[in-house]
């Protein structure tokens, strides 16, 4: 079934896309206002976009409640600082608990039971998330009501027991437990793993050939 984007209104193309490109990575952003007081909250429109410069990318929406900016992409273009963590699946409640539209003054993390650790001279990170990317702002383009920032990556933090060989940069992906979002209110688990190493173009013509 062929769904025009032209004739349909936004809501339902969010529904569409959401439900299809599926799984995708969650990154709790962690900033900082410029009175100090921490704010996390957890998005799903996000992913690597270049290893050369290494770049990030993250969409946040406007606020359900007001219509205006959200409290992290403000602080992202007031400090041009943030942390990007990555979700565990062991601390899928606490990332809810984080997904809700709270005040500004709220401090998530306090909020959810999580902890605070300092990283670099940025914003925090998450004590709970095996893996965090300490960023600062590289790009912030408006598209539509979204505002997309890029942050280039300045150091990143993986926990020990996720590092199988650090001198080859080699790391255990199953052992850090993330979870992916899916369409609604569905995650997914990463532990179902498919392998498939890389063709050859040798390769690769030989089984077109069959």
């Known amino acids: ?23 995708r990575p969650i990154a709790w952003v962690v900033t900082k206002d410029a009175e100090g007081v ?8 996000f992913n690597m976009v270049s290893d050369d410069p290494p770049v990030l990318a ?19 273009l007031a400090t041009r600082r943030f942390t990007v963590c990555l979700v565990p699946e062991a601390a899928a409640a606490q990332m809810n608990v984080t997904a809700a539209d709270l005040p500004p ?4 993390l306090v909020l959810a039971g999580l902890t605070e650790l300092p990283f670099g001279d940025g ?16 790009r912030a383009v408006e598209i539509g009501k979204h505002l997309l920032v890029l942050g280039r990556v300045l150091a990143m933090e993986i926990r020990d027991d996720c590092v199988l060989d650090a001198a080859r940069r080699h790391v255990d ?13 569905g995650y997914v688990r990463l532990t179902d793993r498919l392998e498939m190493p890389r063709l050859t173009p040798e390769q690769a013509m030989a089984l077109a050939r069959r």
């Open 123 to 138: 914003a925090p990170r998450i004590g709970e998330s095996p893996v965090a990317f300490d960023c600062e702002l590289f």
């Open 38 to 45: 921490t704010n996390a909250a957890p998005y799903s429109l």
């Open 58 to 76: 993250f969409s946040s929406g406007p606020s359900p409640a007001t219509g205006t900016r959200k409290d992290t992409a403000r602080n992202v």
């Open 173 to 185: 992906t199953p052992r850090l437990g993330l979870i992916g979002r899916m369409g609604g209110g």
């Open 1 to 23: 079934m062929r769904f025009d984007f032209a004739s349909l209104p936004a809501p339902d193309r969010y529904k569409l896309m959401v439900s299809t490109i599926v799984p």
């Open 105 to 108: 003054e709220v401090d998530e």
